[in-house]
Each structure stands twice: as C-alpha cells, then as structure tokens.
C-alpha cells in the first residue's frame, strides 16, 4: 500500500500563496512514476490539477497554468503543489494521488489513480 498524507492547506486571502505538500511511503511508492493533485468544491465534481510524471513531465489544468507549480522531492518523498495568485474560485478540498503508468502522456491524463491521501482544505476569500 501507498500512504498519502496532505498538508499545508489554510485560508488566505484572494492574489495571496499556499504551498501543498504530499508524504508518501509504503512499499509500493516506489513505483508511482505519476503523482497528481486534485480538487473538488462543494457541490462540483472533481477536478485534476495537475500532475507530474517521472519528477519531470508536469501537466496542469488551464485554470491554474502560470500561477501552480508541481514539483517532486524524491529524497523527500514528497509532492508539492506551489500555489500563487489564488482566486476565490480556487477554493476547494485538495487531494494528492499516485499510481503507476506506462507514459507520461498517460500520466498528463490519468483519473483513476490506485492511491489517494485524505485531503487539505483551501480557502481563498475575495
């Protein structure tokens, strides 16, 4: 099994910065070549964020390009989401997952992922 473990989450203010991190072990972990956040707010489905393949092929929604940041800490174990510029319509619930695939370009669109943390709240107040 994979272990997911968010952090970081809080409520800032509308144009201001939050910096999710993922924990990650297990035994499996070691072969979750794609790693991914994702979100949902209340009332709406979930959405993929953006997910990063290898610790290099990165992908993001078009709603957060140029203002998240995915990144890899593999000595760390760790995924990071670097959030900037947030907007009130950023506000939701912020889930890590990992799995194994077999290219990055299934990577850039992959939903079922096996391995899901419990999630960190943010909240961006206008």
């Known amino acids: 099994q994979v272990k997911l473990v968010e952090s970081g989450g809080g409520s800032v203010q509308a144009g201001g910065s939050l910096k999710l991190s993922c924990a990650a072990s297990?035994?499996?972990?070691?072969?979750?070549?794609?790693m991914a956040w994702f979100r949902q707010a209340p009332g709406k489905e979930r959405e993929r964020v953006a997910s990063?393949?290898?610790?290099?092929?990165?992908w993001y929604t078009d709603a957060v390009k140029g203002r998240f940041t995915i990144s890899v800490d593999d000595a760390a174990n760790t995924v990071a989401l670097q959030m900037s510029s947030l907007k009130p319509e950023d506000t939701a619930m912020y889930y890590c997952?990992?799995?194994?695939?077999?290219?990055?370009?299934?990577?850039?669109?992959?939903?079922?992922?096996?391995?899901w943390g419990q999630g960190t709240q943010v909240t961006v107040s206008s």
């Open positions: 297990g035994y499996f972990y070691s072969g979750s070549n794609c």
């Open positions: 990063i393949y290898i610790g290099t092929v990165t």
């Open positions: 997952a990992a799995d194994q695939v077999r290219s990055s370009r299934r990577c850039s669109s992959h939903t079922d992922f096996a391995f």
